[in-house]
Nanobody
């Protein structure tokens, strides 16, 4: 089973920074995508950022220019550097893995982490 563990959440003042990390217990040599989502109480879970095995990234407009997603060389750990935090960034942040596996990379699975809470005070 693939396990994802997020860390780095906490409470900061507006304008501050946090760095979130997500470690996957397993990875493959096929295409893999790691993403961050967030969900505030009473709201839908929303996309934040994603990175694939080749380093291609994408960001939600609300965080573009403030957040940076990255991965380590082993590509089983993804980080989200969050700068210039706003109160609107307060949410539970979840890591998601979209993995391909098998001899032909034809199998797929996704997994979610348990979440890490980010609270930004104004």
């Amino acid at each position: 089973q693939v396990q994802l563990v997020e860390s780095g959440g906490g409470s900061v003042q507006a304008g501050g920074s946090l760095r979130l990390s997500c470690a996957a217990s397993a990875y493959t040599n096929c295409r893999n995508t790691m993403s961050w989502y967030r969900q505030a109480p009473g709201k839908e879970r929303e996309f934040v950022s994603t990175i694939d095995s080749d380093g291609s990234t994408n960001y939600a407009d609300s965080v573009k220019g403030r957040f940076t997603i990255s991965q380590d060389n082993r590509k089983n750990t993804v980080s989200l550097q969050m700068n210039s935090l706003k109160s609107e960034d307060t949410a539970m942040y979840y890591c998601k893995a979209d993995l391909r596996y098998g001899a032909s990379c034809g199998m797929a699975l996704d997994a979610w982490g348990q979440g890490t809470l980010v609270t930004v005070s104004s």
